[in-house]
């Protein structure tokens, strides 16, 4: 692995405002809005990356940054999930090639998280709705203020609220519906509180459903519950190789507060896994009613509907395509197409590890970017830590106040890999030379 130190991250970096132009060359006029230039602070963290690989911090301080999308042209649009100075979403841009954004330009009125560039338009979502922009030829938005609404009234009931989005090649659109429980009780991650069976939340959550990307105000009677028994999705991408919709599964939390006499804390912050499964319609991963334990290699009955930790149940669930340990959170998930890296990651994933926060006394994980190798459709190797450092340390990652925390994941037109940090709102760039 080579260490990618601080120092060199900024060695292109304009001198110019920190904040939207207020201290710098100021604001030039665009046809889509107001554009300022950009200056960035140093880089607070070294990145450890594969030999051969290099980092660059695209941009910083955004805020929350979530999801991330970029178009053939290099335009770079970050989805906030808090307003930037009264805007929600950021297009960047790079003019002079230097691998560093220089331009900005802040617009929308929603949060939330999920950012898709397809077919000439801007796909983003808030909570309960997914908007669509009209992008111009070269990649601006034609009308920043004026998106068209596809969709309306998913659920938000503060928990899982987050709607991520995935789109095909048929013009259809993919929205995970979180869960607002973490594991249908009851009384939600009460202690010894048992499940509902059925769950009632299934019928319009803890799923991915499937609208169509170019139809305005669509609702649930508009779309298709396309895959069940996903209790949070942040993370999914469309696999071209496949033809298919892979998503990164949030695993349950909390199997020993909630049943101390069945597991142990190390229990509690190992299991269960972080699962990716690859859906196709009707697909059933489970959820509340079993979880996967990467330890035993099989699904395992969840103990508020009968199980104790050993007991198999989900015949009728999907297998994951691969079992992470538990509570990494991951955020992001991105198939590389690419040819500017070495052959090894073509068509393989990305995945963005937000990093733990329930793992005591265990040290808390995560906080990395991992890898995944595929070969015609499937897995051809063992998960690696791709980019690794975010956190700010290894003291940092136990204790869980990292610095930054891994969310969103895109490619570039040239093959380039963007990351977001939903904590200090910085954006790196990857390159491979």
Wanted: charged share 20%.
């Amino acid at each position: 692995m080579k260490q990618i130190h601080s120092n060199l991250f900024y060695v292109f970096l304009l001198v110019a405002s920190a904040c939207h132009g207020s201290n710098g060359i100021g604001p030039v006029s665009s046809d889509t809005g107001k554009v300022m230039t950009l200056s960035l602070p140093k880089p607070d963290v070294s990145l450890t990356l594969p030999a051969g690989f290099s980092a660059t911090v695209f941009a910083d301080g955004l805020g929350r940054a979530r999801h991330i999308a970029v178009t053939p042209s290099g335009y770079v649009y970050v989805k906030l999930a808090s307003n930037k100075k009264g805007s929600t979403i950021v297009r960047l841009r790079d003019t002079n090639g230097d691998g560093v954004a220089d331009q900005e330009m802040d617009f929308g009125k929603f949060t939330g998280t999920g950012m898709v560039v397809k077919n000439g338009y801007l796909y983003a979502s808030s909570d309960e709705e997914v908007y669509r922009f009209k992008l111009n030829d070269d990649g601006t938005v034609a009308n920043p203020a004026q998106p068209e609404k596809i969709i309306t009234g998913l659920i938000s009931r503060g928990e899982h609220e987050a709607k991520a989005i995935a789109l095909d090649n048929d013009g259809n659109i993919y929205v995970n519906i979180g869960a607002y429980s973490n594991s249908c009780q009851l009384v939600d991650r009460q202690t010894g509180s048992m499940g509902m069976k059925p769950c009632p939340i299934l019928d319009s959550a803890a799923g991915i459903w499937q609208f169509r990307a170019d139809k305005s105000n669509q609702t649930y009677a508009d779309g298709t519950r396309y895959a069940t028994g996903l209790r949070n999705v942040v993370g999914l991408d469309w696999n071209t190789a496949t033809n298919t919709l892979f998503v990164m599964m949030h695993g349950r939390d909390q199997l020993h507060s909630i049943f101390p006499q069945l597991y142990t804390d190390k229990d509690n912050a190992e299991l269960p896994a972080e699962c990716m499964y690859e859906l196709h319609r009707g697909s059933n991963a489970g959820w509340p009613y079993i979880y996967y334990d990467q330890n035993q290699g099989k699904k395992i009955l969840a103990p508020e509907y009968g199980g104790d930790g050993k007991k198999t149940g989900g015949e009728d669930a999907i297998d994951p395509v691969v079992a992470f340990p538990g509570h990494l959170a991951p955020n992001g998930l991105l198939f590389y197409t690419g040819n500017q890296f070495p052959e090894k990651y073509k068509n393989g994933a990305f995945i963005a590890f937000h990093g733990s926060w329930n793992r005591a006394p265990e040290p808390q994980e995560g906080f990395f970017v991992a890898f995944v190798p595929f070969s015609n459709g499937k897995p051809s190797g063992k998960w690696e830590i791709f980019a690794n450092g975010f956190s700010g340390g290894a003291d940092k990652t136990a204790s869980g106040r990292a610095l930054h925390r891994p969310c969103g994941l895109a490619q570039g037109p040239d093959g380039a890999l963007y990351i977001t940090d939903d904590n200090k709102g910085t954006i790196w760039r990857i390159t491979y030379k």
